[in-house]
């Protein structure tokens, strides 16, 4: 389509043989957009439309919600496709055209943003749309729902108003259903809808279909800025500047009655990644019908009918000719695309019409399957398969499941919408789960079915129930995306008020109480059930066989406990990165004896508190050396102020005047010595070495003795690495240096064996980070400790951000939280010019991550960009570094 005069065009149209976008162009016509011009192009049935672009959306909040005179153009451009198209026309009282207005950003958020339906009723096209269809129940059924969907999305109006006109309704006609209503029925509620608007909005129903049309353009615009659309862009990283496209699409009809239908298909089992088809489908009923949970839907298979035991018959027995057209549409999609596909259908008439594909979304063990079979089809490369699997999805898989052995006491069981397992007090609306969550609680959100202002409560929440809605309902989708186990559809339960209660039969579950949820199986059991550790292998073991055979970074991990050590090698981690000493001084067997240490007046006392901790020191190494088997372990020397070991209570005072035989009071005074103002900056670190050598050089005594010890027992050696923290010197580390090679050389000429290892520096200070190249001069490793280098160059305290850091992501002040992601702009660049400075100076010396980032997949792809050596994670984080280091080495 032609731009307007200068102005950049801004409307692509698709369907009836035109095409103007294509998969290629999801930045300017979103993902929906994109597809649907896709989809077109390749012969499918897609009704014609027109998408505004995602550019628009920018323009319009820029101009103050404005629309320009060129986009006014083009739109009537587009309609006037659309009528050219179909044979229909807008606003005509005699065959009226009726559109669609969706959303569509360029990836998928399922159920943020709105939609309105049937644009283009009034009170004149409702009569004409009753000739033409031959059908008044379903010209006025269609009118219903568009007032009440106008008045919800577009006019901001309460929708439990509608639905409480329609649920009365109902009850004085002794109907259940809403199909049980009557044309004439539909006839009487509509203008009772109509009634309402003009009470809340104090204005009539708008009955020109223009200023229809950009009202709901406008809305779907705005609620892109929506609370709900803002929260799970900040959950998902989504960029608040990449705006939505909106979709205006003819109006196909599957509430036509029984040869109609509507639906919502995955060309492979999303929870499970099974290759079969899988979805829903509701006969005489609108899209909204099935994703909502309004009526619980029909199955799309007969095989899968018949596996749940359901009566109603499945769309291939229902709909046999349609079904099989709706097959074949499946494996075309999925071969063009290469990817399992989410799709929307609706039958008209038993006419097929395609209504959106896109990637589906699927649990991280349906991921992991998919990507291995599409492989091992030859639909995709190995590399394709490692590319497309979302690293920190991986999480879902590495964590308990319930234990089968487990007495479980059943109340219901629900569709298993979204694998996995969580136990939790239940609670019944989203702002009480978040609170709860927030305060440490575990819980279950409870509800009748979710909507998308419920995303905050559904991410606080370690598990959702809901009564109604089936498999692609929005709280199995949402589910699914977070990794939280789901189970729906329970139409059992009866959930009576926000802070009430849960019936199923005659049993009551009050809020707080316990529940657990299996989102694998769909039972929902009271109280709590034992767990059991997840076994990877399978599709886990090849699609990390595949990722280790691209990845150039190496992974170690974050381990200080023999347990955690173990973990991390079950995961594929090749060394420690990082073993932080003073979490091993914390031990209530030798706090005494550390304390003792600390408040000792001279080097004397000192060292008589450190001959006691030597031992158990050279313990903790061994048992570390021993797993690790003869891989690099970074052993970082105490790091942590002197003030944490510090005792308290009187009982811990006098628990250490009886070990030294001074006084409590004498103790309290040296204490009271050793107080700092900000000890996050104070005495710790190098600091403590360069003042009291003793304790950096028990450390490294112990470090060799354990490292001779086990390469005598096992005959794999380990290779030390003895990280100095801390560092904004090159004389600090010379110094420290000195005192670990000092106690090297002495362990090594009493054992009579040497072994190799190397002395290093951790770097956490900007200082550090601009004076790398001397510091090279003397450290053979650098490790960036990005926790502390983040709270250093950004002047943030990592421990009281959690205030206000929230509200600078949500403003644009950072993209990410920054000790969640690298501030690659500030940190990342003092990295970047401490590893150049470092090459220069040493050009073999080795450069890894221990922060907390070295699990975050955005910062390996940095540090892969940049040339280290090795990302560290914590244990459970490691098969996530892999895969996110083999995409990083791929996107090289």
């Not at 839907?297 to 027995?317: D, V």
């Not at 706090?591 to 240490?597: A, E, F, H, L």
Request: charged share 25%; aromatic share 6%.
């Amino acid at each position: 389509m032609a731009s307007q005069g200068t102005e950049p065009q801004y409307v692509y149209r698709f369907g009836g043989g035109v095409s103007d976008g294509g998969k290629g162009d999801k930045n300017l016509l979103g993902g929906k957009g994109a597809n649907l011009a896709e989809m077109a192009s390749i012969g499918l049935p897609v009704p014609p439309g027109f998408t505004i672009s995602t550019a628009m959306c920018a323009r319009y909040y820029e101009e103050g919600e404005a629309f320009p005179d060129s986009l006014r153009a083009e739109v009537a451009d587009g309609i006037a496709h659309i009528e050219g198209v179909t044979g229909k026309a807008f606003g005509d009282p005699a065959n009226p055209l009726l559109v669609s207005v969706r959303s569509g950003a360029r990836v998928s958020m399922p159920g943020m943003m709105d939609t309105v339906l049937n644009l283009g009723l009034n009170d004149q096209t409702v009569e004409g749309l009753a000739t033409v269809s031959d059908d008044p129940r379903f010209a006025w059924d269609s009118y219903r729902r568009f007032i009440q969907m106008y008045a919800d999305v577009v006019l901001g109006l309460d929708h439990d108003r509608f639905e409480e006109a329609l649920e009365i309704a109902k009850e004085d006609r002794g109907y259940f259903l809403d199909t049980d209503l009557t044309a004439e029925d539909l006839k009487a509620l509509v203008a009772e809808y109509k009634g309402l608007v003009e009470e809340l909005w104090d204005k009539p129903f708008p009955q020109d279909v223009h200023d229809q049309l950009w009202g709901a353009v406008g809305a779907v615009f705005g609620s892109w800025q929506s609370e709900r659309a803002k929260v799970y862009r900040r959950l998902n990283d989504i960029p608040g500047d990449w705006g939505t496209a909106v979709n205006v699409q003819a109006m196909v009809f599957g509430n036509m009655g029984d040869t109609s239908a509507t639906g919502v298909a995955f060309t492979r089992d999303p929870s499970t990644g099974e290759n079969g088809y899988y979805g829903e489908f509701l006969i005489n009923a609108q899209g909204e019908d099935v994703v909502a949970g309004i009526r619980t839907p029909q199955y799309l298979t007969r095989a899968a009918r018949e596996a749940a035991g359901a009566k109603p018959l499945s769309m291939e027995e229902a709909m046999p000719e349609v079904y099989a057209e709706l097959a074949g549409v499946f494996d075309t999609l999925e071969r063009h695309y290469r990817d399992m596909q989410d799709i929307e259908f609706t039958v008209e008439r038993a006419k097929l019409w395609m209504l959106q594909t896109r990637s589906g979304k699927r649990t991280a063990k349906a991921a992991l399957k998919i990507a291995v079979d599409m492989a091992s089809e030859g639909l995709i490369t190995e590399e394709q398969a490692v590319a497309r699997v979302d690293p920190s999805a991986l999480d879902q898989l590495l964590h308990p499941t319930l234990d089968p052995a487990a007495a479980r006491d059943v109340l219901t069981k629900g569709l298993p919408a979204s694998p996995g397992a969580a136990s939790g007090k239940v609670v019944f609306d989203a702002d009480t789960a978040e609170k709860m969550a927030a305060a440490g609680e575990d819980v279950i959100l409870v509800r009748v079915e979710t909507s998308p202002e419920d995303i905050h409560g559904m991410h606080a929440a370690k598990g959702i129930l809901t009564a109604r809605g089936g498999m692609t309902s929005h709280a199995a989708v949402v589910a699914r995306g977070m990794g939280r186990p789901c189970v729906s559809g329970a139409g059992s339960l009866s959930i009576k008020g926000k802070d009430g209660v849960m019936r199923v039969g005659d049993r009551e579950v009050q809020a707080g109480e316990v529940l657990t949820i299996d989102g694998s199986t769909g039972e929902v059991m009271l109280g709590a059930v034992s767990t059991v550790q997840p076994e990877l292998a399978g599709d886990f073991g090849t699609l990390m066989g595949w990722a280790d055979k691209v990845r150039r970074l190496k992974v170690r991990t974050n381990a200080e406990t023999p347990a955690d050590c173990r973990t991390a090698r079950e995961f594929g981690a090749e060394g420690i990165g990082l073993c932080r000493t003073e979490h091993m001084f914390f031990d209530a067997g030798r706090i005494t004896s550390v304390r003792q240490m600390i408040l000792a007046s001279d080097e004397a006392g000192r060292r008589a508190a450190l001959d006691k901790l030597l031992p158990e020191q050279r313990a903790d190494f061994a048992e570390i050396f021993a797993v690790m088997a003869g891989l690099p372990v970074t052993i970082r020397l105490l790091d942590p102020p002197l003030h944490e070991f510090l005792p308290h209570e009187d009982a811990e005072f006098e628990e250490v005047a009886k070990a030294t035989g001074l006084e409590v009071e004498a103790l309290k005074r040296r204490a009271g010595e050793l107080h700092e103002f900000n000890p996050m900056l104070g005495h710790r670190g190098c600091r403590l070495g360069v003042t009291y050598p003793e304790i950096y050089e028990m450390q490294a005594r112990a470090i060799f003795e354990a490292a001779v010890e086990v390469a005598e027992s096992s005959g794999a050696a380990p290779v030390p690495e003895v990280m100095i923290p801390l560092v904004a010197t090159a004389k600090e580390l010379e110094l420290m240096k000195a005192v670990v090679d000092k106690a090297a050389e002495a362990v090594f000429a009493e054992k009579g064996r040497r072994i190799e290892y190397l002395v290093g520096t951790m770097i956490e200070l900007p200082r550090a980070a601009l004076r790398a190249g001397e510091i090279a001069e003397v450290g053979e490793f650098f490790s960036f400790g990005t926790n502390d280098l983040t709270q250093t160059t950004l002047g943030v305290s990592r421990d009281d951000a959690a205030r206000f850091l929230g509200v600078y992501v949500e403003k644009g002040i950072y993209a990410r939280d920054p000790f969640v992601s690298i501030d690659i702009e500030g940190v990342g660049e003092l990295v970047e010019l401490a590893a150049e400075r470092g090459r220069a100076t040493r050009p073999d010396i080795k450069l890894g991550i221990c922060g907390e980032h070295g699990g975050d997949p955005a910062s390996i792809a940095f540090c892969e960009k940049v040339g280290l050596d090795y990302v560290s994670a914590s244990p459970y984080r490691v098969p996530i570094a892999r895969l996110a280091a083999a995409q990083a080495a791929l996107a090289q």
